[in-house]
Nanobody, 114 residues
């Protein structure tokens, strides 16, 4: 069974930073383009960042210049470095293949508040 486990969320003040991690079973990160998604209360889930098998990245316009998506060399762990966090970044963050082929994990909660 393919499993995705997100971690690294927490409470941070505006302007602060967090690094999220996504650990996937097997070598699925070598097979699929992957992305980070988020869902805030009362809002639709949205794609935040995407990284292709070749390392090409795409970002939601509102996070460009602040967030960076990356993989480790083994491509079993994916990261989202989040800098200059804003209150509107508050959400549960999830990882998945960009075609959503895997079951959603539990996500990790990011709360940006003073």
């Amino acid at each position: 069974q393919v499993q995705l486990v997100e971690s690294g969320g927490g409470l941070v003040q505006p302007g602060g930073s967090l690094r999220l991690s996504c650990v996937a079973s097997g070598n699925i990160l070598r097979i699929n383009a992957m992305g980070w998604f988020r869902q805030a209360p009362g809002k639709q889930r949205e794609l935040v960042a995407r990284i292709s098998r070749g390392g090409f990245t795409n970002y939601l316009e509102s996070v460009k210049g602040r967030f960076t998506i990356s993989r480790d060399n083994a491509e079993k762990t994916m990261y989202l470095q989040m800098n200059s966090l804003k209150s509107e970044d508050t959400a549960v963050y999830y990882c998945n293949a960009d075609d959503l082929r895997y079951q959603w994990g539990k996500g990790t909660l990011v709360t940006v508040s003073s």
